[in-house]
């Protein structure tokens, strides 16, 4: 149980274009789900916690406007990389909370992105 | 702040070896610690989580031990496989002074040989 599925796993687009990643609980609702980035051979940085219903809070330094976050659902989250740039590449990764508190998170595996 | 610091990588070790990899953290309350496992290319797996003081988390041979009076909770597993090979991520949850996010170590990057 407990599976979260991101799609796509890999997606190439040019510079200036925007790219939606969608993310999912699969068998269960996730009232809150993390979005994370990782650069490469380092660790996970939180970007935002996305509540169903509600705005995303972000983390510092990260551009609201830049990273759009929409939890319309209590399966579904989506991240849209707007007019992305080179220094977008990266490694991106959800997860999601069955419970409240200090349950763990189930991640999804993950989206490459490469802008060209 | 609460952080976690992870021993450096990249750990080699041949096939049936014991795997020790250290973790420490500083945070304030009561935090849960985790170890997360992440493959190549892929996302990141739970390995098994502690809740409380002296709690052992365990998993596939692997063991954890959740110790206050170090601030520690290190991954042990007495004889690693090639198939162990992975990043290894620690990590805690504050879930009441957080709102439940988590905080990762830099991981630990585990080469077993054959």
């Known amino acids: 149980g407990a599976v979260v599925s991101q799609h796509p796993s890999r997606v190439i687009c040019k510079s200036g274009t925007s790219v939606k990643i969608e993310c999912r609980s699969l068998?269960?609702?996730?009232?809150?789900m993390f979005w994370y980035r990782q650069f490469p051979k380092q660790s996970l940085m939180l970007m935002a916690t996305s509540n169903e219903g509600s705005k995303a809070t972000y983390e510092q330094g990260v551009e609201k406007d830049k990273f759009l976050i929409n939890h319309a659902s209590l399966t579904l989250s989506t991240l849209t990389v707007t007019s992305a740039h080179p220094e977008d590449s990266s490694f991106y990764i959800c997860?999601?909370?069955?419970?409240?508190?200090?349950?763990?998170?189930?991640f999804g595996n993950g989206t490459r992105l490469t802008v060209t | 702040g609460n952080s976690v610091t992870q021993m450096e990588g990249p750990v080699t070790l041949s096939e049936e070896a014991f795997l020790t990899i250290n973790c420490t953290y500083t945070a304030t309350g009561y935090p849960s610690l985790f170890w997360y496992v992440q493959y190549p290319g892929e996302g990141l797996q739970l390995l098994l989580k502690?809740?409380?003081?002296?709690d052992k988390g365990s998993n596939k041979g692997f063991e954890a031990t959740y110790r206050k009076e170090t601030t520690s909770f290190h991954l042990e597993k007495g004889s690693v496989q090639v198939s162990d090979s992975a990043v290894y991520f620690c990590?805690?949850?504050?879930?009441?002074?957080?709102?439940?996010?988590?905080?990762f170590g830099q991981g630990t990057e585990l080469s077993v040989k054959p």
């Open positions: 990590a805690l949850s504050d879930g009441y002074n957080q709102g439940g996010k988590l905080i």
């Open positions: 068998d269960f609702q996730a009232t809150t």
């Open positions: 502690a809740t409380k003081a002296d």
């Open positions: 997860s999601a909370r069955t419970q409240g508190g200090n349950s763990p998170l189930h």
